[in-house]
Structures are given as structure tokens and as C-alpha cells.
């Protein structure tokens, strides 16, 4: 109950195309779901974050869609750039669990020319 | 701030050998987490202290693993004694803690390769 799905596990997209990673989560007490991404060789940093009283939040091409009775969330990587190729992680939390995070296993993206 | 310290960044050593990782976490933060990476695994917590003490160590694959946080600016990970199922990446990452504050800051990570 406190694992966190993640699909697929790699993606390889067009420049200027659309990336979209999905998870999905059982524990219905999880109320924080962070994004992850891990360039090669560093570790992984914010990326961006939702809480599930809202159903959709943006940062600039970053995007996530939340839907709370499917306690699916999901990525979207508008306008795809290379630079953008790194592995992904979604991951939820509780609030009172000291900020203990629950990782999904990870999507490794590639954005070719 | 300079963020999150992790030292080694890269250990090589032999089988049975007593391993240490050290981190320094940011100045400021409460909890402490220790994960280990692995392309089989993923990220995988291990332990976690709150105001230096430990939390919860269920992730801590064997009794020769152990984990320590003395004061508020230091952690280690040994390793005693290692083997080649635990080359990996180890990363340290620490977090402020508190509503909106949950972001977990990560170290560059230590690359072990035991032999």
C-alpha cells in the first residue's frame, strides 16, 4: 500500500514532442506528490509538486495532472528538448511522516533531435 | 548554501572491507535521509533521522549496514563488512521539514565499488 507505480519505464521522445509519465498510488493518506528529476551522475532534485486539493498545477513547460478518485497523477513535458533526457521519479508523501518520501522506480527519457 | 555534502565522492574497494560514507546536510534542516541507487533497485530508502535522531531504519538491507547522526551538521554510513552487492550509488539528501517545506535536497552522491 505504500508503493508508488510508475509507467512506462522509458520513454524516448521527438524534440518539440509531448512527454507523459503516469503513476498511480494506493495509500489514500499520501497528500504531497513531488517530482524528481535525476541527470546523469548527480542526484535527483524538485522538479515540481502538487498537494491533491487541486487537479492540475504548471511551471513553465512542466506540468501535472492530478486525479484524486484514480489516485493517478501524471507528468507532461510540453515542447520536449534535449535537455530534458534525465530519469524522472514521482514519489508521494504524508505530511507527518518527518517528509519520509516513497519513490516510484523511475522513467528514463530520452528526447532526441 | 553549499548544499548538501556528500564525502567520498567515489570509494573502490575490496570485499570485507570497512566502508564509511559521510555526509554534511544543510544548515537549517531537520531530517536526514540515506538512499542507495541501483539500476536493479532504484532508489531505495534506507534510514532517516528528525532532529538527529533515527526514525526509521527498516530499508537497512543487513546488520552490516549502520547509521549514525552525532549532531546536526553530520552523518555517516558504514558499511562493516562490505561486499559486492552493495556497490552502488549512496545518496545523503535533507530536507527543512514543515507544510511546504517537504522538498528533500540531495547530495552528489558516493559511487562504491566493492571488489
Known amino acids: 500500500q505504500q508503493q508508488v507505480k510508475q509507467s512506462p519505464q522509458s520513454l524516448i521522445v521527438q524534440k518539440g514532442g509531448i512527454s507523459i509519465i503516469n503513476c498511480a498510488y494506493e495509500n489514500t493518506a499520501f497528500d504531497y506528490f513531488p517530482w524528481y528529476q535525476q541527470f546523469p551522475g548527480k542526484g535527483p532534485a524538485l522538479l515540481i509538486a502538487i498537494r491533491p486539493d487541486v487537479s492540475e498545477k504548471k511551471e513553465g513547460r512542466f506540468t501535472i495532472s492530478f486525479n484524486k478518485s484514480a489516485k493517478q497523477f501524471s507528468l507532461h513535458i510540453m515542447d520536449s528538448q534535449p535537455g530534458d533526457s534525465a530519469t524522472y521519479f514521482c514519489a508521494a508523501s504524508i505530511a507527518t511522516s518527518y517528509d519520509k518520501v516513497i519513490f516510484g522506480p523511475g522513467t528514463s527519457l530520452s528526447v532526441i533531435p | 548554501d553549499a548544499g548538501v555534502i556528500q564525502s567520498p565522492r567515489h570509494e573502490v574497494t575490496e570485499m570485507g572491507q570497512e566502508v564509511t560514507l559521510r555526509c554534511k546536510p544543510i544548515?537549517?534542516?531537520?531530517?536526514l535521509f540515506w538512499y542507495r541507487q541501483t539500476m536493479m533497485r532504484g532508489l531505495e530508502l534506507l534510514i532517516y533521522?528528525?532532529?538527529?535522531?533515527?526514525?526509521?531504519d527498516s530499508g537497512m538491507p543487513e546488520d552490516r549496514f549502520s547509521a549514525k547522526m552525532p549532531n546536526a551538521s553530520f552523518s555517516t554510513l558504514k558499511i562493516q563488512p562490505s561486499e559486492p552487492r552493495d556497490s552502488a550509488v549512496y545518496f545523503c539528501?535533507?530536507?527543512?521539514?514543515?507544510?511546504?517545506?517537504?522538498?528533500?535536497?540531495f547530495g552528489p552522491g558516493t559511487r562504491l565499488l566493492v571488489l
Open positions: 544548515s537549517g534542516h531537520n531530517s
Open positions: 533521522f528528525n532532529n538527529n535522531v533515527p526514525i526509521d
Open positions: 539528501a535533507s530536507t527543512h521539514g514543515g507544510l511546504g517545506q517537504e522538498t528533500q535536497y
